[in-house]
């Protein structure tokens, strides 16, 4: 594995976690939940999802009891997933904070959405938005 590219179960592992944050954060109305999850976001998008917390997690705690990876990908749609993630979830902290409620509640239920969808059923759809923009770009 190089560094531009991912173990596939990492992203889709680091999705589970996340459902899970977000889920929590739109059941209690946390918005200190949101912003954890915001700065995971943040970190992911900035750094990398290789070296987001919940990349971290996953290579100390699980990918060591997985068989060997077999498949990769590139990190770059993961991360541009990432970035997508951090505007919803800053337009839901901006929603919980200074209102509109529905704002936040909606952008939450979004992201939560999307990363659900990744997490069951392995379908990015950050990433499906970056490949798209890339074939418009040429």
């Known amino acids: 594995m190089t560094v531009d590219t991912v173990d596939v179960r990492g992203p889709r592992f680091g999705a589970a976690l996340t459902t899970v944050v977000l889920a929590a954060a739109l059941i209690t109305g946390s918005g200190w939940?949101?912003?954890?999850?915001?700065?995971?976001?943040?970190l992911g998008a900035s750094a990398g999802v290789q070296r987001s917390p919940y990349a971290w997690l996953f290579n100390v705690a699980v990918r060591p009891r997985l068989s060997a990876a077999t498949e990769f990908e590139d990190a770059a749609p993961p991360?541009?997933?990432?970035?997508?993630?951090?505007?919803?979830?800053?337009?839901?902290?901006?929603?919980?904070a200074v209102g509109p409620q529905w704002l936040g509640l909606a952008a939450t239920g979004c992201a939560l959405a999307?990363?659900?969808?990744?997490?069951?059923?392995?379908?990015?759809?950050?990433?499906?938005?970056y490949l798209l923009l890339r074939r418009a770009a040429g």
């Open 79 to 96: 991360r541009f997933a990432q970035r997508v993630g951090l505007l919803f979830a800053v337009a839901g902290l901006a929603g919980y």
């Open 33 to 42: 939940l949101l912003a954890f999850q915001t700065l995971v976001f943040a």
């Open 114 to 129: 999307a990363a659900f969808l990744n997490a069951a059923f392995g379908y990015c759809l950050g990433c499906e938005m």
